[in-house]
């Protein structure tokens, strides 16, 4: 049974599950991020995931990246699958600009995470929604 790592349950809020991964938006309004997250147990590398789902895998990743740079215009789309901290096996999907605060280096530790306002985190979650079932 697939269980999500408690750093990624607390640090996001789900939004969408797609064709494999679950859909993630990162707590900080600091930049428009996504997480996804395949729903396999004991996956720690894209390596790991077996050639059917590595395609659903990239294809949720280009969903993603296609919402986020439709409704937010971003100069540049950041994709990354570390996993130093959370071994699960995510994805992060970042909208970066030229004036964001860690522009052009990486997004890690330039500032604190500052969390949506319930408002704002509802009303993106639904435009998420919105724009990736339009993707679909």
């Given at each position: 049974?697939?269980?999500?790592?408690?750093?990624?349950?607390?640090?996001?809020?789900?939004?969408?599950?797609?064709?494999?991964?679950?859909?993630?938006?990162?707590?900080d309004r600091t930049?428009?991020?996504?997480?996804?997250?395949?729903?396999?147990?004991?996956?720690?590398?894209?390596?790991?995931?077996?050639?059917?789902?590595?395609?659903?895998?990239?294809?949720?990743?280009?969903?993603?990246?296609?919402?986020?740079?439709?409704?937010?215009?971003?100069?540049?789309?950041?994709?990354?699958?570390?996993?130093?901290?959370?071994?699960?096996?995510?994805?992060?999907?970042?909208?970066?600009?030229?004036?964001?605060?860690?522009?052009?280096?990486?997004?890690?530790?330039?500032?604190?995470?500052?969390?949506?306002?319930?408002?704002?985190?509802?009303?993106?979650?639904?435009?998420?929604?919105?724009?990736?079932?339009?993707?679909?």
């Amino acid at each position: 049974m697939f269980t999500l790592h408690p750093i990624l349950e607390k640090d996001t809020v789900e939004v969408a599950r797609l064709g494999l991964c679950r859909v993630l938006l990162m707590r900080d309004r600091t930049y428009p991020w996504l997480i996804l997250v395949p729903e396999r147990d004991g996956l720690r590398d894209l390596d790991d995931l077996n050639e059917a789902d590595r395609d659903r895998v990239m294809s949720d990743v280009d969903r993603a990246s296609k919402t986020l740079k439709r409704l937010f215009q971003p100069y540049k789309m950041n994709v990354a699958a570390l996993g130093n901290v959370v071994e699960q096996l995510h994805i992060h999907v970042i909208a970066r600009f030229q004036d964001d605060p860690a522009w052009p280096g990486p997004v890690w530790g330039v500032c604190p995470a500052v969390d949506y306002d319930d408002e704002r985190r509802t009303a993106l979650i639904g435009q998420l929604r919105d724009a990736l079932d339009i993707m679909t």
